[in-house]
């Protein structure tokens, strides 16, 4: 189970840190990411971090996002800085494996970040 909480209304050019907090032992062998969808569009990648710890980045939030785990909480985090009215959107966060011994795919209930002008 995922819980996401973090959102909420900003201006622009502030910064929110969304949290998601993950049930279960599976957190440290898991691929995780953030996705968001705003109104209207399809939902999209923001940042993944691997299991090898590799992180990905959309290029529309580069340089302004950062994705991050703490395995002693079994917490992933999003820090948004910078925010643009663009970014507003549900953000959803994501666990999932694909290995041939394991083999799941979760997500959260999202959580609302609305940035205004």
């Known amino acids: 189970q995922l819980q996401a909480s973090g959102g909420g209304l900003v201006q622009a050019g502030g910064s929110l840190r969304l949290s998601c907090v993950v049930s279960?032992?599976?957190?440290?062998?898991?691929?995780m990411g953030w996705y968001r969808q705003a109104p209207g569009k399809e939902r999209e990648l923001v940042a993944k971090?691997?299991?090898?710890?590799?992180?990905t980045y959309a290029d529309s939030v580069k340089g302004r996002f950062t994705i991050s785990k703490d395995n002693a909480k079994n917490t992933m985090y999003l820090q948004m800085n910078s925010l643009k009215p663009e970014d507003t959107a549900v953000y959803f966060c994501?666990?999932?494996?694909?290995?041939?011994?394991?083999?799941?795919?979760?997500w959260g209930q999202g959580t609302l970040v609305t940035v205004s002008s």
């Open positions: 279960g032992s599976i957190f440290e062998v898991s691929n």
């Open positions: 994501r666990i999932y494996s694909s290995t041939v011994l394991n083999t799941y795919d979760y």
């Open positions: 971090l691997t299991r090898a710890r590799m992180k």
